[in-house]
């Protein structure tokens, strides 16, 4: 089974690498930028990132993985 990176600075992954990351992988969005979960990559890159979350963590993190999931497909 393939096991979780340290934090990766999604925007220095290039992509045809974020297609190989696995999902629910932690990121962040530049050095000094948000820390979210990876949840796929097709047209476009899918992330939730922590402050979008604002209370309603589990939730927010549902709908953004069910679309990850979405995105994965096509």
């Known amino acids: 089974m393939a096991r979780?990176?340290?934090?990766?600075?999604?925007?220095?992954?290039p992509e045809d690498g974020r297609a190989s990351l696995q999902i629910g992988?932690?990121?962040?969005?530049?050095?000094?930028g948000p820390k979210g979960r990876?949840?796929?990559?097709?047209?476009?890159?899918?992330?939730?990132?922590?402050?979008?979350a604002r209370g309603r963590y589990r939730s927010y993190m549902?709908?953004?993985?069910?679309y990850g999931r979405t995105v994965r497909a096509r």
């Open 25 to 32: 992988q932690w990121v962040k969005a530049g050095p000094d």
């Open 4 to 13: 979780y990176l340290p934090t990766i600075d999604i925007w220095e992954v």
């Open 62 to 66: 549902a709908t953004i993985r069910d």
């Open 38 to 52: 990876f949840y796929g990559q097709g047209a476009s890159t899918v992330v939730a990132f922590l402050p979008n």
